[in-house]
């Protein structure tokens, strides 16, 4: 290998994480995103994944992309502020905002999109934003574009975030994952929403793991909180439950009209390709017409909690699709995670700085296409794994 002048760092910085089990390599998968994947060419159970609805593959969004393509070609062309809106985004937008009961909504071309632009177009070096330390990284990334003063509060404590609204500041928003990414548990919505209309804050709720999954019709937390009126913005992806790719955002008209014009993820970007949306219009009609998905990804979490708890573990109480196996250190993390390949079960181990220090985890997550006894499976082979100290740490 060449030499490049100003370079040897980044073997040196490799070697670094390499030597503290921090070192990411991607896996290779030659399957659709099924329940049973083809993983480095075997196959595997699939327990790591946020198709939560199992809708990656299904044959109705695939036959949408065709169809879209067929009808309205591949490319966006450019930002839909300069080559126009095409007919699909402003229908799906229609469609999300209905789904959502706000009065609008706007697509954006990934949740990390949209964290970004909101938060940035939101608040300023004036202002405050009120962040839940286990907040996901696309929010994190969005309070430092924005420059406003970034208040961390201690997870789900609504009392630091109370200190933190009582600091005065020209605007303040207050902004939280409504089901947490790495640990599935829930925001108290309510109480966030109390304090924010004490304080004159904004809120805004990232429902990336909630949407298509919670609340009565799907539309997450906010509705199954009943907070909507509350809630100043929320983000949605179409990438997770939905099976998709890409973002939006849903709120009152006005919001939605600022962000428009002010958020410079949404302004200065190629726009999402027409069929990819199409196929989250499809998407959407499953979520509305077979909404025993949901109860399917969600008891199939229960089953999994279930049996994590007899196993001695540890878990989360809320009913989510997302389980995590807490074992603390990153090397017996992936080496945990290996034995469980091993056994034909696919959990990927998640560890900092994705999650804080000494929390390393496999981070399991169900799918409604999931059989029960493919939970069952899993569970067995967890039940083998030879793991010292993992109960212990299993807090
Ligand atoms: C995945 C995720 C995002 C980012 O969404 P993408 O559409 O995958 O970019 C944002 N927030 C949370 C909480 C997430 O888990």
Redesign the pocket.
């Known amino acids: 290998m060449t030499e490049q002048p100003g370079t040897d760092w980044i073997a040196a910085e490799l070697a670094r994480r390499d030597a503290s089990g921090l070192r990411r390599r991607l896996r290779s998968i030659d399957s659709p995103q099924d329940p049973w994947v083809t993983l480095d060419g075997r196959r595997v159970l699939m327990l790591c994944s ?1 198709n939560y609805l199992g809708l990656a593959n299904h044959p109705g969004l695939v036959e949408a992309v065709a169809a879209a393509a067929r009808d309205a070609g591949v490319g966006a062309a450019a930002s839909r502020l300069i080559s126009g809106s095409m007919r699909a985004h402003g229908e799906l937008e229609e469609r999300l905002a209905a789904f959502k009961n706000t009065e609008a909504a706007l697509l954006f071309n ?4 949209a ?1 970004v632009g909101v938060i940035a177009a939101l608040v300023g070096p004036e202002d405050t934003v009120l962040s839940d330390e286990l907040n ?1 990284a ?2 994190i990334d969005g309070c430092r574009l924005s420059r406003a003063r970034a208040q961390v509060y201690r997870h789900l404590d609504l009392d630091q975030l109370e200190a933190g609204l009582r600091l005065p500041a020209r605007r303040k928003l207050v902004v939280t ?1 409504s089901v947490f ?1 790495m640990d599935g548990d829930i925001a108290p919505l309510p109480g966030i929403c109390d304090l924010a209309a004490r304080y004159g804050a904004m809120v805004m709720v ?1 429902e ?2 909630a949407t298509g999954v919670l609340g009565a019709t799907g539309a997450g937390v906010v509705e199954l909180h009943g907070v909507r009126d509350r809630v100043t913005v929320q ?1 949605g ?4 439950a939905l099976g998709c790719f ?2 939006f955002v849903a709120g009152q008209r006005q919001v939605i009209d600022l962000l428009l014009n002010t958020a410079r993820s949404f302004v200065y970007t190629t726009a999402l390709p027409p069929a990819i949306v199409a196929a989250a219009a499809a998407a959407l009609t499953l979520v509305e017409t077979e909404p025993e998905r949901r109860g399917q990804t969600l008891a199939n979490a229960a089953r999994l909690r279930a049996g994590l708890q007899r196993l001695g573990y540890v878990v989360p109480a809320d009913e989510t699709p997302i389980v995590p196996v807490m074992i603390g250190d990153p090397v017996e993390t992936m080496s945990q995670c290996d034995q469980l390949l091993a056994e034909g079960i696919f959990v990927q181990g998640i560890r900092p700085p994705t999650v804080p220090a000494g929390t390393a985890r496999l981070r399991a997550t169900t799918m409604a296409t999931h059989e029960p006894g493919d939970i069952d499976s899993a569970l067995n082979a967890i039940a083998r794994l030879r793991c010292p100290g993992t109960m212990s740490a299993s807090a």
Not at 110 to 113: E, F, K, L, R, V
Not at 237 to 240: E, H, I
């Open positions: 946020n990934s949740g990390y999109h964290n996901h696309s929010i994952d990414s990232d990336a793991h983000m992806t179409l990438g997770k890409g973002a």
